[in-house]
């Protein structure tokens, strides 16, 4: 393949698209799927049409019921993602420039990342109650291991040489750490931030539906139990965009913080 060719084919690869692309694209599936759902094909109590599910989330926000189990949402969520975070940020600095840390905690961290944290809820609520301290520390210890992962990794993947200039200028262990392994650790600890929200929001339904009165998970599962699907629907979609809000957030914390990489 000539060299013309090849250029051609990665800039196609690499073409951008404006914003407004993606919006013509959800538009697009909406139409069908509401045209699907008027046709009769699917039965509306199984997936309502779109406009079915905006009139039921209208009707819980007049009434107040998605307000107030959101706020419950978030206060969970903030407090378990911040908590978990803090600890995650902190875990993975120490054992990525820390040998005696590192041969510690790090075999500690591989061997509990892969138990399933839903699974531990019922030991949680026997150890810290049906209320929201249980909620909170599910949330965080799901928030944690992510972040400690990347940071980790992060840590790991600084420059040497920038170690070794720094090492010449005899800068002490604590501006070595705040001026060239923690900016060159941030990319890869925001990718474990956005890890953890998606992980935190996951942990946040499945505590809800197990051991809370309120918030969405909880409202979801009562409408689902009702089989008000447009309701549960309604639930779903406050859900994503809760995640998509985390999303955007951090990238634009990212870009504040780290303005070199973008």
Do not use: C
Request: hydrophobic content about 55%; aromatic content about 8%; glycine content about 10%.
């Amino acid at each position: 393949m000539s060299e013309y060719r090849v250029q051609n084919k990665m800039q196609a690869w690499q073409r951008s698209y404006p914003h407004w692309v993606a919006g013509v694209g959800i538009l697009v599936l909406l139409l069908l799927w509401e045209g699907t759902a008027a046709s009769g094909l699917i039965n509306q109590l199984f997936l309502p049409a779109p406009s079915a599910i905006g009139t039921a989330l209208y009707t819980l926000i007049i009434d107040g019921e998605i307000t107030a189990s959101l706020l419950a949402s978030l206060t969970r969520i903030l407090l378990g993602f911040l908590l978990g975070s803090a600890l995650g940020l902190l875990v993975g600095l120490i054992t990525g420039t820390s040998a005696l840390g590192d041969r510690i905690g790090t075999p500690l961290v591989h061997a509990l990342y892969p138990i399933p944290k839903i699974a531990l809820l019922p030991l949680f609520v026997l150890w810290l109650g049906i209320g929201e301290l249980s909620k909170v520390t599910i949330i965080a210890l799901g928030g944690f291991f992510p972040v400690t992962l990347n940071t980790y990794a992060g840590v790991k993947n600084v420059d040497p040489l920038l170690l070794k200039v720094a090492a010449s200028f005899n800068a002490s262990r604590l501006l070595t750490l705040r001026q060239v392994i923690l900016p060159g650790a941030l990319p890869m600890v925001f990718a474990g931030l956005r890890l953890a929200a998606g992980t935190s929001l996951l942990l946040l339904v499945a505590a809800e539906m197990l051991a809370a009165p309120n918030g969405i998970g909880a409202l979801i599962l009562h409408y689902g139990d009702l089989m008000l699907t447009d309701k549960l629907m309604a639930g779903v979609i406050i859900l994503s965009l809760l995640g998509l809000g985390f999303n955007l957030l951090l990238r634009y914390i990212e870009k504040r913080v780290i303005p070199w990489k973008n």
